[in-house]
T-cell receptor
Framework: SQQGEEDPQALSIQEGENATMNCSYKTSINNLQWYRQNSGRGLVHLILIRSNEREKHSGRLRVTLDTSKKSSSLLITASRAADTASYFCATDARGNKLVFGAGTILRVKS | DAGVIQSPRHEVTEMGQEVTLRCKPISGHNSLFWYRQTMMRGLELLIYFNNNVPIDDSGMPEDRFSAKMPNASFSTLKIQPSEPRDSAVYFC????????????FGDGTRLSIL
């Protein structure tokens, strides 16, 4: 079974709106990572948040981590058409390797 | 900077044929990962190497799959004999020092077994 589960499975918004994606996981982690995948391409690392951090920012991205609820969220502010992609969370719970969730498909309409 | 390079980008072959996928990791990275992505099962880790040594191959589906890393700059994933259910996109990724670090992915090989 997958360690990280993203919610929602798909999200469609207008350009300029904010997009929020959630990730839940089951066991303790050292860090949680978010990746983006454009159609036909490999995954691209966006941000890593450690278990002792609660929030992290990178440009228009904001990631939060709540270890008591075993959940994380990725917020993309002022979305653009170019943000259209699949977004995955990945956790390192299973030893020295990452386990990826099923992903959220984000569509930003211009 | 060159990223992770995979070849071929697309492969179409008939059932029973041998398939070899190739990967060149980012120079200086000492961990390499092979993943398989399908609609049904998502992204699955097949095997990963640290310093050219296979560390965990528990995700390799069966004996028809094998992977090698003869040196720090090259790895192969081989399927022999191939079956239609092996059709998927296969990704190679590399990172510094272990699976917990950010991973850099190639653009994948889209494999179709007829």
């Amino acid at each position: 079974s997958q360690q990280g589960e993203e919610d929602p499975q798909a999200l469609s918004i207008q350009e300029g709106e904010n997009a929020t994606m959630n990730c839940s996981y089951k066991t303790s982690i050292n860090n949680l990572q978010w990746y983006r995948q454009n159609s036909g391409r490999g995954l691209v690392h966006l941000i890593l948040i450690r278990s002792n951090e609660r929030e992290k920012h990178s440009g228009r991205l904001r990631v939060t981590l709540d270890t008591s609820k075993k959940s994380s969220s990725l917020l993309i502010t002022a979305s653009r058409a170019a943000d259209t992609a699949s977004y995955f969370c990945a956790t390192d719970a299973r030893g020295n390797k990452l386990v990826f969730g099923a992903g959220t498909i984000l569509r930003v309409k211009s | 900077d060159a990223g992770v390079i995979q070849s071929p980008r697309h492969e179409v072959t008939e059932m029973g044929q041998e398939v070899t996928l190739r990967c060149k990791p980012i120079s200086g990275h000492n961990s390499l990962f092979w993943y398989r992505q399908t609609m049904m099962r998502g992204l699955e880790l097949l095997i990963y190497f640290n310093n050219n040594v296979p560390i965990d191959d528990s995700g390799m589906p069966e004996d028809r799959f094998s992977a090698k890393m003869p040196n720090a700059s090259f790895s192969t994933l081989k399927i022999q004999p191939s079956e239609p259910r092996d059709s998927a996109v296969y990704f190679c990724a590399s990172s510094h020092a272990g699976g917990r670090q950010p991973q850099h992915f190639g653009d994948g090989t889209r494999l179709s077994i007829l």
